[in-house]
């Protein structure tokens, strides 16, 4: 279906993640505000990106090697991973209002656990129950968004300028009171639960779902192996291979369970969120890389080095707002061209370039193509399906860009030692 067509569909249906059902008496939900969207998802991406310049801190504190501090990163990264279809599945079963609320607690408590932490242990689990809770957040977020690539456009623009802060954010809060304090910024996004939760419905979307048990065991296995791809890929794969047969057969045997099959056959959906996953692996590799060869290619200072990063990265997010907001008038296939061309440009700019400003370059040009990418494909995915199965189709759409930030970090430390 071309984008072209998505506004058009979406007046009627924009909210329908939160309008379906459970409304009848009361009339529809109003549409939630899209700032207030942008502010309940996008701090999970400044609490994401915190640690890009602390990880030394990090490390330092608590006696460990850069690597094992890295866990900080990937822990968020596989909790975002995992718990974004498990919150697509908690909207279908009890509502989004259910799942923001428990999502909130989850933010909320981890937080508290993360600060307050003796134990790297119980820093990490709390690390973990932040990122749980973040997903669910923004899995709201993208439903309510859902259908329209201008309002899905404000929310993942807020992704690329709060993931562009993160990094530099992190560095001053930890400079200034400690690392702890920076890996908690995703508290802010508790402050716009109330203004949302009163712009989504109470009743469920999907009256006749059920949970599959056995569906959602099988994917968060899956994915589990597959986040510790980078660390040890031989293992990893080969413990992946047996929860991926299984979970096909389960689809066949189960075609409305935890992952619907339809949502799978749902024209250009698998192909649309490959392309959001390999955009979003490029991006947060690149993220993670830039930094230390800045500093391995230059004399520049750490805060040189974050400023720069800062203006590349809010440059690129503001861009892939533009796109986003033109992409009905662009069309599909021009569109794809540009985020494949942009994608394509930015690592292969960091690996044969020889002048060092250049990388500044390379983080705009990534996070606008994932940044676009995330708004406008997701607005595809969400569209060739049915309503009661868009909570389905958002969550696994946004766990394969969740995979990116799993494995990106962990391949930027490969890579570069």
């Not at 249906?13 to 939630?32: I, Y």
């Not at 562009?164 to 954010?169: D, E, Y």
């Not at 009256?207 to 994915?223: I, M, N, S, W, Y």
Request: aromatic content about 6%.
């Amino acid at each position: 279906m071309p984008l072209a067509h998505a506004p058009k569909k979406t007046t009627r249906t924009a909210g329908t993640t939160g309008t379906t059902a459970g409304t009848a008496a009361n009339g529809p939900a109003p549409a939630a505000p899209a700032p207030w969207l942008a502010l309940l998802a996008t701090p999970a991406a400044a609490a994401a990106n915190a640690p890009v310049l602390i990880l030394d801190d990090i490390a330092g504190s608590w006696g460990v090697g850069t690597a094992t501090a890295t866990w900080f990163v990937q822990v968020f990264a596989w909790a975002m991973a995992v718990g974004t279809p498990l919150v697509g599945g908690l909207v279908r079963l009890r509502g989004p209002r259910y799942a923001l609320r428990l999502s909130a607690l989850l933010v909320l408590a981890g937080t508290v656990a993360l600060v307050a932490a003796p134990w790297l242990p119980l820093a990490l689990a709390g690390r973990a129950a932040q990122a749980l809770g973040a997903a669910g957040l923004i899995t709201v977020a993208m439903g309510l968004a859902a259908g329209d690539a201008r309002r899905m456009g404000v929310v993942s623009a807020g992704f690329g300028v709060l993931g562009a802060v993160g990094p530099l954010l992190g560095s001053w809060v930890a400079g200034a009171l400690s690392w702890r304090i920076a890996l908690a910024v995703s508290v802010v996004s508790l402050l716009a639960v109330p203004v949302v939760a009163r712009c989504t419905a109470a009743g469920r979307p999907d009256p006749g779902a059920r949970f599959d048990g056995r569906g959602a065991a099988l994917l968060l296995t899956l994915v589990t192996a597959l986040v510790m791809v980078p660390r040890h890929p031989a293992l990893a794969l080969a413990a992946a291979v047996v929860p991926a047969v299984l979970l096909v057969l389960h689809v066949r045997a189960r075609s409305e369970g935890f992952v619907p099959l339809a949502v799978l056959r749902a024209p250009g959906f698998v192909p649309s969120a490959l392309l959001a996953g390999t955009l979003s692996t490029s991006y947060f590799t690149l993220l993670f890389a830039i930094p230390r060869l800045l500093a391995g290619r230059t004399e520049w200072s750490p805060a040189a080095i974050g400023t720069g990063q800062l203006v590349a990265l809010l440059t690129g997010s503001v861009v892939s707002w533009l796109l986003a907001a033109a992409s009905a008038r662009l069309g599909h296939r021009r569109l794809l061209a540009v985020l494949v061309t942009a994608g394509a440009a930015a690592p292969l700019t960091a690996l044969l370039s020889p002048w060092a400003p250049a990388l500044l370059g390379v983080a705009a040009l990534a996070v606008f193509a994932t940044v676009a990418g995330q708004a406008t494909l997701s607005v595809r995915a969400a569209a060739q399906v049915v309503p009661t199965q868009r909570p389905a189709a958002i969550g696994l759409f946004a766990l394969c860009y969740q995979l990116g930030g799993a494995f990106g970090p962990a391949l930027a430390v490969l890579l570069l030692g």
